[in-house]
């Protein structure tokens, strides 16, 4: 749902090396498996600051910047296919169902959701270069349409883990080029964590 938010809006595109995949934040077990100084820094200073070893850790685990350099997850074989050597950080034990190997021929995959997206975008001036013109948003849907010339979308995202109904004074069409939930036509209800844009 991320990738057609980022995808449909102006501006340039920056996939972190990873996401395109799916991969999630290590699973840390410890301090000891974390290389970033600024979390260890940050655990000494909240140390100082009497905050409890288990709070501590919690937050480091959630926002330390080593979830984001672990190495790419390339297959199911040992270091995830990254290198026959010690990787500088651990792989996610999920390497093995999480990977780009297992994805690549999947059509139903985040890397091919991307790859669509990825596809439509280089072939849309509208996508790229379109007016953003916002219909509707609160803290759980956003709907917006892209519009140039003759060509525009409609982009309708749910960032909620309930089935949603759309408003009833928004006009979104029915006919749904991409989704991340493989839906083809919208029936006035966006599923949890569903994105889709649709032809206007």
Not at 29 to 35: D, G, H, R
Request: charge should be positive; charged fraction near 20%; hydrophobic fraction near 40%.
């Amino acid at each position: 749902m991320l990738a057609l938010l980022e995808l449909s809006l102006r501006g340039t595109i920056f996939i972190y090396q990873g996401q395109e995949i799916g991969m999630t934040n290590f699973d840390f077990k410890s301090l000891e498996q974390v290389n970033d100084i600024e979390s260890h820094n940050l655990n000494k200073l909240m140390k100082k600051m009497c905050i409890p070893g288990f709070l501590r850790w919690k937050w480091i685990k959630a926002s330390s910047r080593d979830n984001a350099r672990t190495p790419m997850q390339w297959n199911a074989e040992e270091n995830s296919g990254f290198t026959k050597g010690k990787a500088w950080l651990g792989i996610n034990a999920n390497y093995r169902y999480i990977n780009y190997a297992s994805q690549k021929n999947d059509s139903w995959s985040v890397l091919n959701f991307y790859k669509a997206l990825i596809q439509l975008r280089n072939k849309s001036i509208c996508l790229q270069r379109g007016e953003f013109l916002p219909i509707y948003a609160d803290t759980r849907i956003m709907v917006y349409r892209r519009e140039l010339e003759e060509e525009n979308y409609t982009v309708a995202l749910n960032f909620s883990s309930r089935e949603l109904r759309l408003p009833k004074n928004v006009f979104i069409p029915n006919t749904v080029l991409v989704s991340n939930t493989g839906r083809t036509a919208l029936d006035g209800r966006i599923l949890p964590w569903e994105g889709v844009l649709l032809n206007s």
